[in-house]
């Protein structure tokens, strides 16, 4: 089956611009979370969504913000750019979101100028 | 709140020589331990999990060993081999109810050395 897809993979974005990130999980997935990772930097929870609920998030300020539609499709958005974001962000879905195996995606990319 | 330290931050041992990254935790009631594997641009993969009704579990070359009372696991990985070259993460969470999350730990470059 498909595995979980990020799209775009490669972004270059300026202070001050914002982005939007997608992700789409693995079919029949209903949970999906958001990491930032950073060279040497472990993964930076940012939220969590299921079933279009927004069910954990971390400390991360409110420029950072994401969505789940009904098809579980997952979109984060990170508006007034720094450079600090920076980053690889990474999306993962899961079966349900309890204990149970995360499923990466590749990730994408961002640098901002 | 749940809080998860790693050590060491960076591993270096020789091929076929083995290495063990601990993990501890705060929060008694989590009872879930994965460790995710990440090479060098590529995404992280769960490469083994324990819940706490066990006390060890193995596959192959490695295995996780959890201790309750001092609240800490410990992956091993035995026979070392160049492939075993990533960043490991450990994680814990407790019992799921509404307000699931992962909670991880920093991260460890394990380096095989040829």
């Known amino acids: 089956k498909a595995g979980v897809t990020q799209t775009p993979r490669y972004l270059i974005k300026t202070r001050g611009q914002q982005v939007t990130l997608s992700c789409s999980p693995i079919s029949g997935h209903r949970s999906v979370s958001w990491y930032q990772q950073t060279p040497g930097q472990g993964l930076q929870f940012l939220f969590e969504?299921?079933?279009?609920?927004?069910?954990n998030k971390g400390n991360f300020p409110g420029r950072f913000s994401g969505r789940q539609f009904s098809n579980s499709r997952s979109e984060m958005n990170v508006s007034t750019l720094e450079l600090g974001d920076s980053a690889l962000y990474l999306c993962?879905?899961?079966?349900?979101?309890?204990?149970?195996?995360?499923?990466f995606g590749e990730g994408s990319r961002l640098t901002v100028l | 709140g749940e809080n998860v330290e790693q050590h060491p931050s960076t591993l270096s041992v020789q091929e076929g020589d083995s290495a063990v990254i601990k993990c501890t935790y705060s929060d008694s009631a989590s009872n879930y331990f994965p460790w995710y594997k990440q090479e060098l641009g590529k995404r992280p993969q769960l490469i083994i999990d324990i819940r706490s009704n066990v006390g060890e579990k193995k596959d192959q070359r490695i295995a996780v060993t959890l201790n309750k009372t001092a609240k800490h696991f410990s992956l091993h990985i035995t026979e070392t081999q160049p492939e075993d070259s990533a960043v490991y993460f450990c994680?814990?969470?407790?019992?799921?109810?509404?307000?699931?999350?992962?909670?991880w730990g920093a991260g460890t470059k394990l380096i095989i050395k040829p």
């Open positions: 993962a879905s899961s079966w349900q979101g309890d204990t149970g195996e995360l499923f």
């Open positions: 969504y299921f079933s279009e609920t927004q069910r």
């Open positions: 994680a814990a969470t407790p019992d799921f109810d509404s307000n699931y999350q992962l909670i």
